[in-house]
């Protein structure tokens, strides 16, 4: 299983911005699908995430009303949509997958390279 995580770059605050995690291998809608980042000097926390189908999502208390996890089944990507970003929201943003059909903040199995996202105030 490869996930390849793509739509970072250099923002101002209060933008929007999209990250696409794109997966191959098994069937993507056998996995949970997650995000998490990092950043500087900090340990990795989770972000969101989302189920099999699409209709369990969950999300970290500081991204709640701002960010928004999807996911295509047809396209094998899962996206997180970032609105009003804030420039405490600069880390690497990874994604990752699970076998789980629920939405958990930890256990993911398979982990992409992450994108950078560094927001300006």
């Known amino acids: 299983v490869q996930l390849q995580a793509s739509g970072g770059g250099l923002m101002q605050a209060g933008g929007s911005l999209r990250l696409s995690c794109a997966v191959s291998?098994?069937?993507?809608?056998?996995?949970?699908m997650g995000w998490f980042r990092q950043g500087p000097g900090q340990e990795r926390e989770f972000v969101a995430a989302i189920n099999w189908s699409g209709d369990i999502t969950r999300y970290a208390d500081f991204v709640k009303g701002r960010f928004t996890v999807s996911r295509d089944n047809a396209k094998n990507t899962v996206y997180l949509q970032m609105n009003t970003v804030l420039p405490e929201d600069t880390a690497v943003y990874y994604c990752?997958?699970?076998?789980?059909?629920?939405?958990?903040?930890?256990?993911?199995?398979?982990w992409g390279q992450g994108t950078q996202v560094t927001v300006s105030s």
């Open positions: 291998g098994r069937p993507f809608s056998l996995y949970g």
């Open positions: 990752a997958a699970t076998d789980s059909n629920s939405v958990p903040s930890k256990g993911y199995i398979y």
